[in-house]
């Protein structure tokens, strides 16, 4: 064992002995909805919403080369991931201007989009916001209080988490980069204790600083990419808060997929 309650290594990689997360798989895709979703890094990938989003989605691997699609061939939502590049990073990540690009253009074109980590911070800076390199006080890794806004029990997917008789406190987060002004037409959803831009909303673009689809394995190796970060401690404060980090993520892609039905059916009725 390694510090944290069921944690031990095998090789290079950290191994829970006994606990399970379940979901409950039967939200699935919006019924002749294509979702578009686009991954930066091999690592970060849809993880535990890979069956929760359903099957009709088109992943675009940018870090692969895959070619991003015009906004007409987005589809019916968009879902940008995040990964191991700062906002700025155009040099080692020639896709991420057209990607702030569409991102934008969706935003303002009424396409249901989520952005998660990187992707806010790149849907910030699309906006005119500034996201800071490396910000102090430093790296936000692993179970992060979250304090919602008034506006977020008011928005069409925020409000399945900050609202109820159960609001979601805590969420699961990985990240060195910090979304530090938003863009002057976004509205601010929630802070944490670290950082205040935890997520904001810009026209149909909901962005997120933390990592609502991010499984316990994933956050072992993103934490293991760094020498100033505790493994084992993340790791055991994300098994004291599972259920909740595991309910906040379920209602988080449900509220989304609902968003995206939502559009299907206005534009149905509009046609």
């Given amino acids: 064992m390694d510090g944290a309650r069921g944690l031990r290594r095998t090789g290079d990689h950290w191994v829970r002995s006994s606990f399970v997360i379940t979901f409950d798989t039967t939200t699935g895709a919006p019924g002749g909805a294509r979702l578009t979703v686009v991954q930066s890094s091999p690592d970060v990938s849809l993880d535990t919403w890979a069956d929760l989003l359903g099957a009709d989605l088109s992943v675009v691997r940018a870090f692969d080369g895959d070619p991003l699609p015009a906004l007409d061939e987005v589809g019916d939502g968009l879902l940008v991931l995040g990964g191991h590049l700062s906002a700025h990073d155009d040099a080692r990540a020639p896709w991420l201007p057209a990607l702030r690009d569409l991102l934008l253009a969706a935003a303002t074109s009424g396409v249901p989009t989520l952005a998660i980590c990187l992707g806010a911070q790149l849907l910030a800076v699309a906006g005119g ?143």
């Fill in 129 to 271: 916001g500034h996201v800071e390199v490396a910000a102090p006080p430093g790296r936000e890794v692993g179970v992060t209080r979250v304090f919602w806004r008034r506006e977020a029990l008011e928005d069409p997917v925020l409000g399945a988490l900050a609202g109820g008789d159960a609001p979601v406190e805590r969420v699961a987060s990985a990240h060195g980069d910090a979304i530090v002004d938003l863009p002057p037409s976004a509205v601010w959803l929630a802070s944490s204790n670290m950082y205040p831009y935890q997520a904001f909303r810009l026209g149909s673009a909901l962005g997120v600083q933390f990592r609502p689809e991010a499984s316990w394995a994933s956050l072992a190796g993103w934490c293991d990419r760094h020498d100033d970060v505790d493994t084992a401690e993340v790791l055991a404060g994300f098994d004291a808060h599972a259920a909740e980090i595991a309910d906040g993520g379920r209602r988080l892609v449900e509220s989304f997929v609902a968003e995206v039905r939502a559009a299907v059916v206005r534009g149905s009725v509009s046609a």
